[in-house]
């Protein structure tokens, strides 16, 4: 089933959650609402599920609309971040908990229920547990048994609010894997929110970036990474260094460097922001009138094959303004080129960017 957003708007009180949001998803496919705290997708996705009423805008269901239908005739599976699941009820009744409660014409037969629910245990690789209450499993356990409830009413749309939040890290990336390939197996449409952005680039076969109540982009999990549409895509996915500098006719002059920027040929003598990820910097040792960012190394941190290096600008390029723990410069390199550069605390370094991504202030100087 595809699902059609169409200039979504929501208000609480004085608070916009959302501002004229309008978004396709494809049927079959999983898309990730992405963002901070606030952001907006959660009420969202509560109002495709049918748990919340936007101000204006509709809601279409494979052509339909389905805007103003009731949340339990839109057949959507909907799994919280706290499980939900009855404390007093076994992991199989919570499981067929959704089919008993089906009007008597619709009802299943108890023997179809106990198939179904024993298929779906399965499923989730989980039907040893079937006597089992909710109080005797682990967090990852709880999770996949709210999954397969929700999805033995055989929703056409499938709902995710933050459902591995409360897990710890280990078990969240063992569930966002096996999430990704149920969802293979099943081909259910599905939208999961998450505040967590390698668990979206990782699950997603498309990312949604939400911010303050708006769409920033949307695009698969490459093209987010690649190619942010704006500076608050680049700085909410994954650690970013900034930079501040000009740029004229093409040229931006950061930091102690100068290189081109053909995208911004039409600028003149204007404020310019520059973005570059840890592990996109050349590091050379400092030899006197070699370009670069010049820094002295404060921090290294080796974990594994990983080597994580924290710089602080020497005298002179300091970044005006900004508070001294902004003014850190982080790299990454591999532990081996770490060890071979045999590089102490203390050491003067020249970075240079390999890549950069630049955004001008609109309608500064040009």
Known sequence: MSIEIRNVSKHFGNFQALSDVSLDIHSGELVALLGPSGCGKTTLLRIIAGLETADHGNIFFSGEDTTDVHVRERQVGFVFQHYALFRHMTVFDNVAFGLRMKPRGQRPSEALIKEKVHSLLNLVQLDWLADRFPSQLSGGQRQRIALARALAVEPKVL??????????????????????????????????????????????????????????????????????????????????????????????????????????????????????????????????????????????????????????????????GNPPGENLIEVQMSARQYKEMSLREGDILALTPRHVRVFVDAGEGI
């Open 159 to 320: 709902l995710l609010d933050e459902p591995f939040g409360a897990l710890d890290a280990k078990v969240r990336k063992e569930l966002r894997r096996w999430l990704r390939r149920l969802h293979e197996d099943l081909n259910v449409t599905s939208i999961f929110v998450t505040h967590d952005q390698e668990e979206a680039l990782e699950v997603a076969d498309r990312v949604v970036l939400m911010n303050q109540g708006s769409v920033e982009q949307i695009g698969s999990p490459q093209q987010v990474w690649d190619h942010p549409a704006s500076p608050f895509v680049y700085g909410f996915l994954g650690d970013v260094n900034l930079f501040h500098g000009r740029a004229h006719e093409g040229e931006v002059q950061l930091e102690g460097v100068s290189f081109a920027a053909p995208e911004h040929a039409g600028a003149q003598d204007a404020k310019a922001t520059a973005y570059v990820r840890p592990h996109d910097f050349d590091v050379q040792r400092y030899q006197p009138g070699a370009e670069g960012m010049v820094a002295q190394l404060s921090r290294a941190i080796v974990i594994g094959p990983i080597a994580r290096l924290e710089l602080v600008p020497e005298e002179g390029q300091k970044r005006p």
